[in-house]
Nanobody
Framework: QVHLVESGGGSVQAGGSLRLSCAAS????????MGWFRQAPGKEREGVAC????????YYADSVKGRFTFSQDNAKNTVYLQMNSLKPEDTGMYYC?????????????????WGQGTQVTVSS
């Protein structure tokens, strides 16, 4: 069992920055895929970025490439999503996920564990 807790969401103006954190506890694995996802009202949950914690592989959705950075601190069992140059379309609930069991790491369907989410609101 892996317990995930997100933090760092908030309200910012377009062009601003936020850093989301996801702290993992419980039976954490040193090598697994973790992902950040977001969901806007009335829309499906979409993948933002994912990382393989056992190496340097990170993947980003085209919509956030060059603006978002996914990083990890294995000593703290925490991953981060640095979000720069935020746009109103980045608004949504952001979720952390861990332990990909099947599929592509930017697809939400294969993950075993999810956090409760943190809200990000970007105003124009």
């Amino acid at each position: 069992q892996v317990h995930l807790v997100e933090s760092g969401g908030g309200s910012v103006q377009a062009g601003g920055s936020l850093r989301l954190s996801c702290a993992a506890s419980g039976h954490t694995y040193t090598r697994m895929y973790m992902g950040w996802f977001r969901q806007a009202p009335g829309k499906e949950r979409e993948g933002v970025a994912c990382i393989y914690t056992g190496g340097a592989s990170t993947y980003y959705a085209d919509s956030v490439k060059g603006r978002f950075t996914f990083s990890q601190d294995n000593a703290k069992n925490t991953v981060y999503l640095q979000m720069n140059s935020l746009k109103p379309e980045d608004t949504g609930m952001y979720y952390c996920a861990a332990d990909l069991r099947f599929g592509w790491c930017l697809s939400p369907s294969g993950y075993n564990y999810w956090g409760q989410g943190t809200q990000v609101t970007v105003s124009s």
